[in-house]
């Protein structure tokens, strides 16, 4: 080949495989960041018309300010080679002239079962047009004529017994173009292909009501296929599937609960188009391996003396296994599991070991997690080691479970036994479990363990960063470090309380600590999930249970609204912090059912039914006054999705309702003379504020009341889980964010800088420490950090931060923020500082903004006076792209663009 025909070559190789930066053609931005129902190249989508999104990025170190998509294309197609103009054979938008560049629908081919869809978009702007690398989604199975396998399990009728393990020999017979696995293992399942295990997800399948939905895996397994023999294998744990451990939400007894059982499909789709599928039935081996014992709460026992050495490799002599049983199928649906996987994301080192009594071992992590052990042993066969998890210590340095232990009403609690072989050095972790625990207190180990014989393994459903706040007050660094750490301990496929005592999908505590979940982490695709849990837990008459899932416990609880409003608030925040319109239409029916539920429940507007303000610190809120608070608001919900979905109709209904409720909510708890709600607490004040009940024109009084009572209280909170989420807000959103910051900022009782200064690493159960020490429900006090000090708040007029407001607030000691959060569009950045009193920047307060391409912002600058605001250095009123729109409340507020900005001025002291 001569020089020039090997440039042309590789040119042509390059520009087809879009590895060409943009830059190089001039181009200032470049689409990244491609996701199909939220997720990075998701396998086994089972939405027959998914949804596309991208970001545009701005190529250029300093990029040009007001970066807007005026068009998109977008290209799908079966093979990678198909992806250009004119050869997609799926789909060719051709040019669409269109901002969106979220939730975009496919509007191809109909996608059919297990169908691989690569897809690329070329972006339009005011700065150039570019493309996009190519990424791809496969389809799952979306018929059940699609699955050919059946359901098996073990042949014995033990109802629990050691955890079965399934094999299969099969051969590669050509060469393999594609092998792809779709498994449901209940209750979890762990897949091994020829000696191997298949992907790093732990605990699949999601905990779902079996009886109604049942998730499988998709896994592409063509790497690990090879021409000749081979075999597959997979382990079953008992899980939710089969949870024999009696408890107080009578799991046990679940219309589900049978043995494990799975169903697999493994298609091998050869490079001549032939296709060899390996299913599930009665040819498949059975034993029982070393996992002896594994109940959910219980723990693990595992006797490695037991283990069948290259069982899940071929050529293994599986002659004296027993065959598998076809078993009933559960009952529910088959759906794709269309979240991210749990996974174990980081490993955690001993802080310190103790010996508090002879044989008994201490082991301090110094962080209080979720997760599991791993252990590093050697010593004589049949030796037991035994591991037990918790978060508290008795005074003579011993493991105490007794604040987690409550509920667990058969056998060991959060205990695992590990029996050695005897084969030199050993390693070893749980397969089916997970615990919560800063403490693990080690027995029965041989000889004297050290700092590296144990490690922990942080487990949770690995949801990706979604946003970082930090500020130069440490309480609150280390506040919002208990939060982030307290959201992703109780994350596992679903959100809990926590991840000891109950790891319950318990409502209340999910949607107080959702927006602070959205403003963290990439959550959107596990809420989306969840949505469908409660769907399939509703009855006719829109009742809802407390905790979801549910094996048939909590319809009868007395849960009520407080925590049922979950289903409606949360698809709310999905609207407006990921722009989610398919969210609403999907599940509008249900919440409009579960709104006319509270209504038959309803008395003259008032709804007395349901929990209260959970964990109040001293002062108890009558529940009817919060429990009509949340019947408001998912009034005024209901109506506002009416109007979104077109539905004109029931818009004014719903309207006229939240009307109703508001006059009757003022007219039995408001004392017109005092401005005082109910027995004047602080949580029913703010929930008149927060939920917007109070009338405009007495909102002032109320909340010069709730000022004053929290300054009567010495600037502490008073109020449980619903109050310490209107509290912050009633206060910030209304002038008051200083009073706001002194109530974050107290370190006594109550407070979450009391729990901080007893060495809390993460949020508590209760204000005075009762409890467990890992809940999220009080963990709304991040967002309120995002919302509030950074400002960085959704638009509701332009959903999805097209359209954000940033809107600072500068009070008590800070003298900095940093903070920023990764919209559908891309990062945003609020970061401010005040300069000491001294110096050459006396009394300067910076803000530094960072606005995405293809968005606006409505950016509050604290300010008297908008003449001494400057933007980059020159009078912000003359700066080309920054609009001054209005002075408010003591802010200079503008309208921007993309870009970067940087606006000074004097400091106008705290808000």
């Known amino acids: 080949m001569t020089?020039?025909?090997?440039?042309?070559?590789?040119?042509?190789?390059?520009?087809?495989?879009?590895?060409?930066?943009?830059?190089?053609?001039?181009?200032?931005?470049?689409?990244?960041?491609?996701?199909?129902?939220?997720?990075?190249?998701?396998?086994?989508?089972?939405?027959?018309?998914?949804?596309?999104?991208?970001k545009i990025e701005a190529t250029r170190q300093k990029p040009q300010r007001?970066?807007?998509?005026?068009?998109?294309?977008?290209?799908?197609?079966?093979?990678?080679?198909?992806?250009?103009?004119?050869?997609?054979?799926?789909?060719?938008?051709?040019?669409?002239?269109?901002?969106?560049?979220?939730?975009?629908?496919?509007?191809?081919?109909?996608?059919?079962?297990?169908?691989?869809?690569?897809?690329?978009?070329?972006?339009?702007?005011?700065?150039g047009d570019s493309w996009s690398k190519p990424a791809k989604w496969t389809m799952g199975l979306l018929a059940p004529t699609d699955w050919t396998g059946a359901w098996i399990g073990s042949p014995t009728e033990t109802m629990v017994e050691?955890?079965?393990?399934?094999?299969?020999?099969?051969?590669?017979?050509?060469?393999?173009?594609?092998?792809?696995?779709?498994?449901?293992?209940?209750?979890?399942?762990?897949?091994?292909?020829?000696?191997?295990?298949?992907?790093?997800h732990v605990l699949d399948p999601k905990f779902t009501r079996y009886d109604r939905r049942v998730l499988y895996v998709t896994h592409d397994v063509t790497a690990l296929v090879r021409k000749g023999d081979n075999a597959i294998g997979v382990m079953l744990g008992n899980g939710w599937y089969n949870y024999h451990v009696l408890n107080a939400w009578n799991f046990d007894a679940a219309p589900w609960r049978a043995k494990p059982a799975m169903l697999l499909q493994m298609d091998?789709?050869?490079?001549?188009?032939?296709?060899?599928?390996?299913?599930?039935?009665?040819?498949?081996?059975?034993?029982?391996?070393?996992?002896?014992?594994?109940?959910?709460?219980?723990?693990?026992?595992?006797?490695?003396?037991?283990?069948?050495?290259?069982?899940?490799?071929?050529?293994?002599?599986?002659?004296?296994?027993?065959?598998?049983?076809?078993?009933?199928?559960?009952?529910?649906?088959?759906?794709?599991?269309?979240?991210?996987?749990?996974?174990?994301?980081e490993v955690i080192r001993p802080v310190k070991v103790t010996q508090p009594k002879p044989g008994v071992y201490l082991y301090d992590f110094g962080q209080n997690m979720a997760g599991k052990a791993r252990l590093i042993v050697s010593g004589p066969?049949?030796?037991?080691?035994?591991?037990?998890?918790?978060?508290?210590?008795?005074?003579?340095?011993?493991?105490?479970?007794?604040?987690?232990?409550?509920?667990?009403?058969?056998?060991?609690?959060?205990?695992?036994?590990?029996?050695?072989?005897?084969?030199?050095?050993?390693?070893?972790?749980?397969?089916f479990m997970y615990h919560g625990f800063q403490y693990i207190q080690v027995t029965g180990f041989p000889g004297e363990p050290k700092p590296g014989n144990l490690e922990a393994l942080v487990m949770h459903t690995d949801l990706g960063a979604a946003g970082s706040f930090e500020c130069s007050n440490e309480l609150l660094n280390s506040i919002q470090h208990c939060t982030r750490w307290s959201y992703l301990n109780n994350f596992h496929g679903f959100p809990t309380d926590c991840p000891n005592r109950e790891r319950n999908g318990w409502t209340g505590d999910a949607h107080l600590a959702a927006e602070a979940g959205l403003y963290n982490f990439d959550a959107a695709a596990a809420y989306a999930q969840w949505m469908l849990d409660f769907r399939d837990e509703q009855r006719n008459t829109g009742e809802l249970p407390g905790i979801v899932p549910t094996?048939?416990?909590?319809?009868?609880?007395?849960?009520?609204?407080?925590?049922?409003?979950?289903?409606?608030?949360?698809?709310?925040?999905?609207?407006q912090y990921r722009g989610d319109v398919r969210i609403l239409a999907e599940h509008y029916d249900h919440v409009k059912r579960y709104v006319d539920y509270l209504t038959v429940k309803s008395k003259d507007g008032i709804v007395a039914i349901g929990l209260g303000d959970w964990c109040p610190a001293n002062t108890r809120t009558p529940e009817n006054v919060t429990s009509t608070g949340y019947y408001y608001c998912d009034a005024v919900i209901v109506s506002k999705m009416a109007g979104i979905l077109g539905r004109k109709e029931d818009e004014a209904k719903y309207a006229e309702l939240a009307a109703g409720i508001r006059k009757a909510f003022n007219a039995k708890f408001r004392n017109q003379a005092t401005k005082q709600y109910a027995n004047g607490s602080q949580t029913a004040l703010s929930c008149a504020i927060y939920q917007g009940l109070a009338e405009p024109a007495d909102v002032d009084a109320v909340v010069g009341q709730l000022v004053a009572n929290v300054e009567r209280q010495g600037n502490h909170l008073d109020c449980g889980i619903l109050g310490a989420k209107y509290l912050l807000h009633a206060l910030g959103d209304n002038g008051h964010a200083d009073v706001a910051y002194r109530v974050v900022t107290q370190t006594t009782f109550p407070s979450w800088g009391y729990w901080v200064k007893q060495g809390a690493t993460t949020l508590w159960e209760n204000w005075n420490g009762a409890g467990t020490h890992n809940h999220i429900m009080f963990g709304d006090i991040s967002a309120w950090f995002y919302g509030t000090l950074a400002g960085i708040r959704p638009d509701q007029t332009a959903p999805g931060f097209k359209r954000m407001i940033i809107k600072p607030a500068i009070v008590g000691d800070l003298t900095w923020v940093k903070c920023h959060y990764d919209s559908m569009y891309g990062r945003i950045v609020s970061n401010w500082r005040r300069d000491p009193p001294v110096g050459p920047r006396a009394g300067t307060l910076t803000m530094e903004v960072t606005i995405p391409p293809n968005t606006t912002?409505?950016?509050?600058?604290?300010?008297?006076?908008a003449a001494t605001v400057t933007e980059s250095g020159k009078p912000a009123g003359q700066v080309a792209g920054v609009k001054f729109l209005r002075m408010e409340a003591g802010n200079?507020?503008?309208?921007?663009?993309?870009?970067?900005?940087r606006f000074s001025c004097p400091e106008k002291g705290g808000q």
């Not at 399934?166 to 393999?176: A, E, H, S, Y």
């Not at 912002?857 to 006076?865: C, E, L, N, S, W």
């Not at 200079?892 to 900005?901: H, L």
Request: net charge neutral; charged share 20%.
């Open 162 to 200: 050691p955890a079965p393990l399934l094999r299969k020999n099969f051969p590669i017979i050509k060469k393999v173009r594609r092998a792809t696995v779709y498994l449901c293992g209940l209750g979890y399942h762990e897949l091994r292909l020829n000696g191997a295990k298949v992907g790093d």
């Open 3 to 54: 020089m020039k025909k090997l440039i042309v070559a590789l040119l042509s190789v390059l520009v087809c495989s879009d590895v060409v930066l943009a830059g190089i053609f001039g181009a200032d931005v470049v689409p990244v960041d491609l996701r199909c129902e939220y997720l990075v190249d998701p396998l086994g989508v089972d939405q027959p018309q998914p949804r596309l999104s991208w």
């Open 892 to 901: 200079a507020v503008y309208e921007v663009g993309s870009g970067q900005y």
């Open 381 to 431: 066969a049949g030796t037991e080691v035994k591991l037990q998890y918790g978060e508290l210590l008795h005074g003579d340095g011993t493991l105490n479970q007794g604040n987690i232990n409550s509920f667990c009403k058969s056998g060991e609690f959060q205990t695992e036994k590990y029996i050695l072989k005897g084969e030199g050095t050993e390693t070893w972790q749980s397969r």
């Open 268 to 345: 091998v789709e050869y490079s001549d188009g032939s296709i060899q599928k390996i299913v599930s039935d009665e040819s498949w081996a059975y034993s029982t391996g070393p996992i002896r014992f594994d109940g959910f709460l219980s723990g693990e026992v595992y006797d490695a003396r037991a283990e069948k050495s290259g069982w899940d490799s071929p050529g293994y002599d599986d002659s004296s296994w027993s065959r598998a049983k076809v078993v009933v199928a559960p009952k529910g649906r088959l759906s794709a599991q269309m979240i991210q996987p749990i996974r174990v994301t």
């Open 551 to 575: 094996g048939g416990w909590g319809y009868a609880w007395g849960n009520g609204p407080a925590w049922d409003s979950a289903y409606v608030l949360i698809p709310w925040y999905l609207y």
């Open 857 to 865: 912002a409505t950016i509050y600058v604290p300010t008297a006076d």
């Open 66 to 127: 007001g970066i807007k998509q005026t068009a998109y294309q977008i290209l799908v197609a079966s093979s990678e080679m198909l992806l250009k103009p004119g050869k997609a054979d799926l789909w060719d938008s051709g040019r669409v002239e269109s901002d969106q560049s979220i939730h975009v629908d496919y509007a191809g081919k109909p996608l059919k079962s297990q169908m691989p869809c690569f897809w690329k978009v070329k972006v339009f702007s005011t700065t």
